[in-house]
């Protein structure tokens, strides 16, 4: 059975670092794009960010340019999103996703639509 468990979510002060974890069991990570995506209270999910299945390819959100990185151990089977700099407007559940994409195809989907398989979802909270 295919799986993805998010995990690293919590509750951290504005200003600091969280990094959320994406394992995948059931399956290799190796010829699958990741996806991160979040979903705030009453508001839509929307992309962070996501890592072509090669990893030479990412996307990220405007909003979170410059303080979020994806990266992926494919001998750990995990997709990471570290991030750093948090603000408030940074709370949400945060999920990931995949897709089987080739290697040689040098981009990740951007649009939550594209992916086929989704985690549960960890918890952000950023707040004083």
């Known amino acids: 059975q295919l799986q993805l468990v998010e995990s690293g979510g919590g509750l951290v002060q504005p200003g600091g670092s969280l990094r959320l974890s994406c394992a995948a069991s059931?399956?290799?990570?190796?010829?699958?794009?990741i996806g991160w995506f979040r979903q705030a209270p009453g508001k839509e999910r929307e992309g962070v960010s996501c890592?072509?299945?090669?990893?030479?390819?990412?996307n990220y959100a405007d909003s979170v340019k410059g303080r979020f990185t994806i990266s992926r151990d494919n001998a750990k089977n995990t997709v990471y999103l570290q991030m750093n700099s948090l603000k408030p407007e940074d709370t949400a559940d945060y999920y990931c996703a995949a897709v089987r994409m080739s290697v040689t195809i040098f981009v990740c989907p951007r649009r939550s639509d594209d992916y086929d398989y989704w985690g549960q979802g960890t918890q952000v909270t950023v707040s004083s």
């Open positions: 059931g399956f290799t990570l190796d010829y699958y794009a």
């Open positions: 890592i072509a299945s090669s990893g030479h390819s990412t």
